[in-house]
């Protein structure tokens, strides 16, 4: 079964390519007119079909998966936007939030996962406070939408342990400090240049499910 909802996860994501590109574009250029490039689709879909697929892989036939694999399809748009032009809509965080809240709530009344729930209240409060607090102390180096992004982190990935948020957190530090060299390697950035931090804090969190899979 996990198989069969992995390949059906990816060809979906493959046929919301176009949508979500479409999406991205919009949303970056704040056009409702904009159009996205071939180039863009292509990329786009195969990331959406990434995205999707890893949700039955991580979590198996069960109500949280609908929250990875919307959080997946969220996570492309907003890394789309990010790049392009440093932000993070909340049009995109805050409903994936509220559908990732949704489907754990769903989870822990259909399977009784009711402690992993409370968990992931609580880290993504967790999350959101310290992105609140980074934020005050470097303003030019957290943007709310970076603070909003970890609060949904943090519910997603608390709702798996708190060692799986650290985890992916740490990962995604990583992550935007090897962008950021690289980009610096090839001359496309100043050691001052602002780098977008939402891809590699998404990237980051995908590190960390793999890890922790199979998800409780």
Request: glycine share 14%.
């Given at each position: ?95 994936a939030a509220a559908v990732v809240a949704l489907a754990l709530s769903v989870d822990a ?38 603070v909003k992004l970890l609060g949904l982190l943090g519910l997603l990935l608390g709702w ?48 960390a499910l793999a890890l922790a899979a199979p998800l409780p």
């Open positions: 079964m996990t198989a069969v909802l992995t390949v059906a996860a990816a060809v979906l994501g493959l046929l919301l390519g176009p949508w979500l590109a479409t999406i991205t574009v919009r949303l970056a250029e704040r056009d409702r007119a904009a159009r996205p490039s071939s180039r863009r689709v292509v990329v786009t879909a195969v990331a959406g079909a990434a995205a999707l697929a890893a949700a039955p892989a991580l979590a198996g036939p069960r109500p949280a998966t609908v929250a990875l694999a919307w959080f997946g399809a969220a996570a492309v748009v907003l890394a789309g936007v990010d790049v392009a032009r440093h932000r993070l809509p909340d049009r995109v965080v805050l409903p009344a259909v399977l009784g996962t009711w402690p992993a729930l409370g968990r992931a209240v609580a880290a993504a409060a967790v999350a959101w406070g310290l992105g609140t607090v980074a934020r005050l102390v470097q303003p030019g180096g957290f943007g709310g939408g970076d798996v342990g708190w060692s799986v948020l650290a985890a992916g957190v740490l990962a995604g530090f990583v992550l935007g400090a090897l962008g950021a060299l690289l980009l610096v390697a090839l001359g496309r950035a100043g050691w001052r240049t602002a780098v977008a931090f939402g891809p590699p804090l998404l990237g980051g969190a995908y590190v």
